[in-house]
């Protein structure tokens, strides 16, 4: 039996992220007893154009709303800003800012930064049902990443009236290789889990998994259990995985945790 204060204990556990947004999450995993992983299944830098940017950026204080989807989108606004000797927070003096999820909301908040508006659920619907104004004659500015993200707030804002900027603030792109001790510990069928935090994670792993472990990847995975952060990345997962064993209540991390602990408690 597990011990009680540590439900993971002695689960083998890969976490695929960034290789920067790993540290955090780890913590919580291990403080639960789990042996984690590190599959960081994309790295995260500027567009490939960042001219779009920075025409945007050069008329922030014009903007009645920016809302962003993610982490990385604050940071790298504020990242270019300050190449222009401005931030984000200086801009959210005039510019009232949305945001999708708690660890997006967190991350603003390190910024010096409180959101206007956060909705009840964590996901782009949830923002959209719950916006507080009319978008009708809204401008509004959604810095997002360059492939592969959602065009739902865009989409939904513009049907609803608002002049909307949306523009690629940051790119995430696959790594070149997974480390050897993850590939090892797949190799050898020890793993108890993989945890997706988004769809890219998904894909990604997927295409490094088969350029190590060749066209048969798959069947190294048969009793691994499948974890995924919240609805779009369980119907990647469903797609490339062909299942998923269990999607997060709360579409966070700690979420994730929970779901893990339930799994194998």
Known sequence: MPKVDLPLDQRNIIITRSKEGILDIKKIFISK??????????????????????????????????????????????????????????????????????KTSKTLDNFGIKADFIPPEFVAESLIDNFPVSGYGLRVFVPRVQTGGRDLIADQFRKAGSRVFEVAAYETRCPDSIPEETIDIISNRKVDAIIFSSGKTVSNSALLLEKKLGKEWLGYCDEIKLLTIGPQTTKVCNKIFGRVDGQAQKYTFEGLLDTAINIFN
């Not at 050069?58 to 931030?87: A, C, E, M, P, T």
Request: net charge negative; with cysteine.
């Open 33 to 102: 007893g789990a042996n984690v992983f590190d599959l960081p299944a994309i790295s995260i830098g500027d567009p490939d154009d960042l001219k779009p940017l920075d025409e945007a950026l050069d008329q922030i204080n014009d903007f009645h709303w920016i809302i962003f989807s993610s982490s990385n989108g604050i940071k790298f606004v504020d990242k270019r800003l300050r190449y222009f000797n401005s931030s984000l927070k200086e801009c959210s003096k005039k510019t009232k800012i949305a945001v999708v999820g708690e």
